[in-house]
């Protein structure tokens, strides 16, 4: 019996949540499907255009390049606050192939081509973005991968 009279109240405690007119209800649902229809419409604004690669010097931006399409490499040398770092774009993403830390941590990242991807030498504060249209480079995420 005492249960019975527990999960009553649970009951009126939840459906006081509920309470209110069937116009709060559409206004509510209204309200909520355009949040949804204006995200996914940000989204597509922001992330579009081709992907891009972005090398950057602390917050200062060094260069900006696309993916190469004819095959042929683009070498990069980027001066950080320890040396030269050498960034390699190609077909296959964008990549650290040397730099002057000594751990080399951004060089073992290996290529990098989605939307969202970055490397970073830290010691050197060299940063490569990949920016651009997230639909052209697949569906993972960071956390997945």
């Not at 309200?31 to 597509?44: E, G, H, N, R, V």
């Not at 001066?79 to 050498?86: R, T, V």
């Not at 960034?87 to 990242?109: K, M, N, Q």
């Amino acid at each position: 019996m005492a249960t019975l009279a527990s999960e009553n109240t649970t009951k009126q405690n939840l459906w006081h949540w509920f309470k209110g007119s069937w116009t709060d209800r559409l206004l509510l649902l209204a309200s909520l499907i355009t949040i949804f229809y204006a995200w996914q419409w940000i989204d597509a604004e922001v992330s579009s255009g081709p992907p891009l690669v972005m090398i950057y010097h602390d917050d200062k931006l060094l260069a900006r390049y696309a993916f190469p399409e004819d095959g042929k490499p683009i070498h990069f040398h980027a001066k950080g606050e320890l040396g030269i770092s050498e960034i390699v774009i190609d077909a296959d993403g964008a990549r650290f192939l040397s730099s002057p830390c000594t751990t080399e941590y951004c060089v073992s990242r290996g290529h990098r081509k989605k939307h969202g991807d970055i490397i970073a030498c830290v010691p050197n504060r060299i940063l490569i973005a990949i920016e651009g249209s997230h639909k052209q480079n697949g569906t993972l995420d960071a956390i997945v991968e």
